[in-house]
């Protein structure tokens, strides 16, 4: 929980200050109440439940998803990269700073292993049973129920965010990247990795690296680097000073 030290959670909401008790956190100013679930503090606002979310939701697609997590960059690769080597790419792009770091769709923690061993720490899913499975592995982490597309930090609290995979199963990837810029530092850094195709499939945003780039650029980010990789596409983008 050292995360908690360093950023406060908001009201996705409101933006405003949480009222906290052992059981739920209550917005300073709508009054909106949050409760926790299973020890995490629920902050999700309501959205359309689809059919994604519902699977991501089951307890045996949490307990499966890690062995699919350490075999899938291969697999979208063509055995051009490893899962290992992703996430020297992760720690590499955040060398040299000391956090705090966000996790965004953290799943079952894929990427805190190497973030909580540079800083403080906060991972967001959406999913009650991929949050569970991440607090097995990395209880260190600072965990929270929260969607991609409404943040629930103030603006400006990290000085690194990661965004794998989970990019590709959002609705609206573009107000969620636009939730990361808001909530990133100046010059602060965003590692991305995700899945390309040419549109939606099965609910998923399969974009061409074209679209990715256009995308990150609607939301104010500059493309630092980028590797493709057959049908994966990894890279760093930068939030421009003020």
């Known amino acids: 929980m050292e995360g908690l030290l360093v950023v406060k ?3 996705p909401c409101c933006l405003a200050r949480l009222e906290t008790t052992p059981r739920s956190a209550t917005c300073s100013q709508c009054g909106r109440a949050f409760p926790k679930k299973e020890g995490f503090l629920d902050l999700r606002l309501p959205t359309r439940r689809r059919l994604l ?3 991501n939701n089951l307890p045996l697609v949490a307990r ?26 992760l720690e590499a792009a955040f060398s040299g700073l000391s956090g705090p770091f966000l996790d965004v769709g953290t799943g079952s923690g894929a990427y805190l292993g190497p973030l909580v061993g540079l800083g403080p720490t ?9 949050l569970k499975a991440a607090r097995r592995h990395h209880p260190e982490a600072t965990l929270l129920l929260a969607r991609a597309e409404a ?14 995979p989970t990019l590709n199963e959002l609705e609206d990837p573009r107000r969620a990247l636009l939730e990361t810029a808001r909530v ?12 390309l195709g040419r549109g939606r499939r099965f609910g998923l945003w399969l974009p061409t690296e074209e679209e ?8 104010g980010f500059l493309i630092l680097w980028s590797r493709k990789q057959k049908r994966f596409l990894l890279g760093v983008a930068e939030k421009p000073p003020k």
Do not use: C, M, N
């Not at 906060?122 to 991929?130: K, T, Y």
């Open 53 to 55: 979310h519902l699977v």
């Open 64 to 89: 499966i998803y890690p062995f699919w997590r350490r075999h899938s960059t291969r697999l979208l690769t063509g055995g051009g990269l490893t899962h290992r080597a992703e996430l020297a790419h």
């Open 122 to 130: 906060f991972g967001v899913d959406a999913s009650l049973a991929f």
């Open 212 to 219: 990715v780039v256009s995308t990150f650029q609607e939301a």
């Open 9 to 11: 959670p908001v009201s």
């Open 151 to 164: 943040l629930p930090f103030p603006k400006e609290s990290f000085l690194g965010v990661a965004f794998g």
């Open 184 to 195: 990133l530092k100046p010059e602060g850094r965003l590692f991305f990795a995700l899945a």
